[in-house]
């Protein structure tokens, strides 16, 4: 295995020649061996996988060694990420594992890792990269027990009970499954839902993701339903990612939403209820968002990006909705507090049902600003932190601009922002940029390609960045 695996919020890499299969075994004894020693009366892992090629092995690789180590393991499905998670508050269960790369192409794959209804991330991670590199497992005498429960059909119930006001709602849906896991679930819960208007896309659950890669927050994955929208008489579109922690909506005029408006649209109705909420959202967020959680009332709080961070910001304000920039949603209102991008798929109908409008009519109270995309520059992993602490201390060094530190550098100016950080997902820095005027934006993209101009070639990244 290589180290580049060992991630921040997951174990995730190239299946071959980064994550090894004929490896996993020992790497999920080390994993059983870092539960136990974290907590002793641990007895029961429940373990899922998404539709990757390559799940089956893993599975079984991860599951002997889950049951060598003493674990009893119940065996959930192939499913999204969420139904796991779903088991840790539902079933009686200590921990979780899912085999998943989530979004990631077709040649990846991973573990995402939750011990009692937390997920192991940060130096938990690190602490068990250094116990698989000594080989640790758990000395054993009996070997646990192997159980099957196909616990899909309980989420479906689940959802279909707490949203059974929208049964047979009448709006004209296009979703868009991308061969991932969302397949295992959407088929029935558009059947049990009643919803005869709702259309999916590439329900067929296939590894080899034959139609786009599973991120609908990538407008180039999002092409075939953007055509179908545009041709068709759908009220809007859905997209949900490979294991369905992500649901990154579209409207009929093919104009893809971004995550930070969206969470507005979440909290209005729920700051409406409880004033005063906070709100937590990821530091790649739109400065619209602050404007008007702080117009309704709300107290808005920002967080470094990831969902375990996210979610970490969340306990700690005792808050009821969180987000990211990429479409995670947690709600913490009505529901445990985890990203579910099928759930999150289910507020925005209701959403939409509520308040008669249409998608576009929603996003317009968010602030109008000269937004760009988030860019993903391609950076190894050994230096992309180097780079983003060298470009942090000169920004810091100068008086013309204020910075957030909390994760790599938001450099602000009056007129608008720019955001340099080290991904914690891909071999790339994360980029994103936000003025008032076009001109505005452009100069600020300027200036961080200068920041960057001892590491990168700057017609490069002036091309990468669509720098006019």
Same mark, same amino acid.
């Given at each position: 295995?290589?180290?580049?695996?060992?991630?921040?919020?997951?174990?995730?890499?190239?299946?071959?020649?980064?994550?090894?299969?004929?490896?996993?075994?020992?790497?999920?004894?080390?994993?059983?061996?870092?539960?136990?020693?974290?907590?002793?009366?641990?007895?029961?892992?429940?373990?899922?996988?998404?539709?990757?090629?390559?799940?089956?092995?893993?599975?079984?690789?991860?599951?002997?060694?889950?049951?060598?180590?003493?674990?009893?393991?119940?065996?959930?499905?192939?499913?999204?990420?969420?139904?796991?998670?779903?088991?840790?508050?539902?079933?009686?269960?200590?921990?979780?594992?899912?085999?998943?790369?989530?979004?990631?192409?077709?040649?990846?794959?991973?573990?995402?890792?939750?011990?009692?209804?937390?997920?192991?991330?940060?130096?938990?991670?690190?602490?068990?990269?250094?116990?698989?590199?000594?080989?640790?497992?758990?000395?054993?005498?009996?070997?646990?027990?192997?159980?099957?429960?196909?616990?899909?059909?309980?989420?479906?119930?689940?959802?279909?009970?707490?949203?059974?006001?929208?049964?047979?709602?009448?709006?004209?849906?296009?979703?868009?499954?991308?061969?991932?896991?969302?397949?295992?679930?959407?088929?029935?819960?558009?059947?049990?839902?009643?919803?005869?208007?709702?259309?999916?896309?590439?329900?067929?659950?296939?590894?080899?993701?034959?139609?786009?890669?599973?991120?609908?927050?990538?407008?180039?994955?999002?092409?075939?339903?953007?055509?179908?929208?545009?041709?068709?008489?759908?009220?809007?579109?859905?997209?949900?990612?490979?294991?369905?922690?992500?649901?990154?909506?579209?409207?009929?005029?093919?104009?893809?939403?971004?995550?930070?408006?969206?969470?507005?649209?979440?909290?209005?109705?729920?700051?409406?209820?409880?004033?005063?909420?906070?709100?937590?959202?990821? #530091?790649?967020?739109?400065?619209? =968002? *602050? $404007? +008007? &959680?702080?117009?309704? @009332?709300? /107290?808005?709080?920002?967080?470094?990006?990831?969902?375990?961070?996210?979610?970490?910001?969340?306990?700690?304000?005792?808050?009821?909705?969180?987000?990211?920039?990429?479409?995670?949603?947690?709600?913490?209102?009505?529901?445990?507090?985890?990203?579910?991008? #099928?759930?999150?798929?289910?507020? =925005? *109908? $209701? +959403? &939409?049902?509520?308040? @008669?409008? /249409?998608?576009?009519?929603?996003?317009?109270?968010?602030?109008?600003?000269?937004?760009?995309?988030?860019?993903?520059?391609?950076?190894?992993?050994?230096?992309?932190?180097?780079?983003?602490?060298?470009?942090?201390?000169?920004?810091?060094?100068?008086?013309?601009?204020?910075?957030?530190?909390?994760?790599?550098?938001?450099?602000?100016?009056?007129?608008?922002?720019?955001?340099?950080?080290?991904?914690?997902?891909?071999?790339?820095?994360?980029?994103?940029?936000?003025?008032?005027?076009?001109?505005?934006?452009?100069?600020?993209?300027?200036?961080?390609?200068?920041?960057?101009?001892?590491?990168?070639?700057?017609?490069?990244?002036?091309?990468?960045?669509?720098?006019?």
């Amino acid at each position: 295995m290589k180290d580049t695996i060992f991630r921040e919020y997951d174990i995730r890499g190239r299946v071959g020649d980064e994550l090894r299969l004929d490896q996993v075994y020992d790497l999920v004894c080390a994993m059983a061996f870092y539960f136990i020693s974290k907590k002793p009366n641990i007895k029961k892992i429940a373990v899922g996988m998404d539709g990757r090629v390559h799940s089956p092995a893993i599975k079984e690789a991860a599951c002997n060694a889950l049951l060598d180590s003493g674990l009893d393991v119940l065996f959930v499905g192939t499913c999204p990420s969420p139904v796991v998670n779903f088991a840790l508050h539902t079933l009686s269960v200590d921990g979780g594992l899912m085999i998943t790369a989530s979004h990631n192409p077709k040649e990846y794959n991973g573990f995402k890792m939750s011990l009692g209804k937390e997920p192991v991330w940060g130096k938990a991670i690190g602490a068990i990269r250094d116990l698989y590199g000594e080989k640790k497992k758990v000395p054993v005498t009996l070997r646990g027990c192997l159980s099957e429960y196909e616990l899909i059909p309980d989420y479906i119930a689940w959802l279909a009970d707490h949203f059974a006001h929208l049964q047979g709602m009448q709006l004209s849906i296009l979703i868009d499954c991308g061969n991932g896991a969302a397949g295992t679930v959407l088929p029935q819960l558009v059947s049990r839902m009643h919803w005869m208007n709702v259309q999916l896309l590439y329900p067929e659950v296939d590894g080899t993701y034959p139609h786009h890669e599973a991120d609908p927050t990538v407008e180039a994955n999002m092409r075939d339903m953007k055509k179908m929208l545009i041709d068709g008489s759908y009220d809007c579109g859905l997209g949900l990612d490979g294991d369905c922690d992500r649901m990154a909506p579209m409207t009929a005029s093919g104009e893809l939403i971004l995550g930070d408006t969206l969470l507005a649209l979440f909290a209005q109705p729920i700051v409406k209820a409880h004033p005063g909420a906070t709100v937590v959202f990821d #530091i790649k967020s739109s400065a619209g =968002l *602050i $404007e +008007l &959680l702080s117009a309704w @009332g709300a /107290t808005p709080c920002i967080s470094a990006t990831g969902h375990t961070n996210i979610k970490e910001q969340m306990k700690q304000q005792d808050s009821l909705l969180g987000g990211e920039l990429s479409c995670h949603f947690f709600f913490k209102d009505r529901y445990f507090g985890y990203d579910d991008g #099928i759930y999150a798929m289910m507020r =925005l *109908i $209701e +959403l &939409l049902c509520d308040t @008669g409008k /249409t998608l576009e009519e929603l996003v317009a109270i968010f602030p109008h600003k000269y937004s760009s995309r988030e860019y993903r520059i391609a950076c190894p992993d050994d230096l992309k932190r180097i780079i983003v602490n060298r470009v942090t201390d000169i920004v810091s060094a100068r008086s013309d601009v204020a910075v957030i530190t909390l994760d790599g550098v938001r450099a602000m100016w009056s007129d608008g922002w720019g955001i340099l950080r080290a991904s914690n997902t891909q071999p790339a820095l994360s980029m994103r940029f936000e003025a008032e005027s076009p001109s505005a934006l452009n100069r600020i993209k300027k200036e961080f390609v200068d920041l960057l101009a001892d590491d990168m070639d700057s017609q490069m990244l002036r091309a990468q960045l669509e720098i006019s």
